[in-house]
């Protein structure tokens, strides 16, 4: 059975930082991208940034995390990412997920999905 488990949220306040990490089990996935997705109370889930393990683990981020956030990913299952400088709009449940194929940053194109860890950002 297929597994990605979220860890690591929590309540932060504003300017703080939190690393959230991502374990995945169950099959190979080593020819599988990981993503982070979010999602705040009445909105959509978005794309917050995503890393390769095929060609040099290239990574993507949102305009909005960029220089904020840092994904990496030691291990073909496990992936990590470190969150500075929180702002209260950062609030949401966050997701990691791993896609075989198709574009980084559409969750449509992610076929494993984990549970999600809430963060909060208070002011």
């Known amino acids: 059975q297929v597994q990605l488990v979220e860890s690591g949220g929590g309540l932060v306040q504003v300017g703080g930082s939190l690393r959230l990490s991502c374990a995945a089990s169950?099959?190979?996935?080593?020819?599988?991208?990981m993503g982070w997705f979010r999602q705040a109370p009445g909105k959509e889930r978005e794309f917050v940034c995503a890393?390769?393990?095929?060609?040099?683990?290239?990574t993507y981020y949102a305009d909005s995390v960029k220089g904020r956030f840092t994904i990496s990913r030691p291990n073909a299952k496990n992936m990590d990412l470190q969150m500075n400088s929180l702002k209260p709009e950062d609030t949401a449940v966050y997701y990691c997920?791993?896609?075989?194929?198709?574009?980084?940053?559409?969750?449509?194109?992610?076929?494993?999905w984990g549970q999600g860890t809430q963060v909060t950002v208070s002011s």
């Open positions: 997920a791993a896609s075989r194929e198709g574009t980084y940053y559409d969750p449509d194109a992610y076929e494993y």
């Open positions: 169950g099959r190979t996935f080593s020819s599988y991208g």
């Open positions: 890393i390769s393990w095929r060609g040099g683990r290239s």
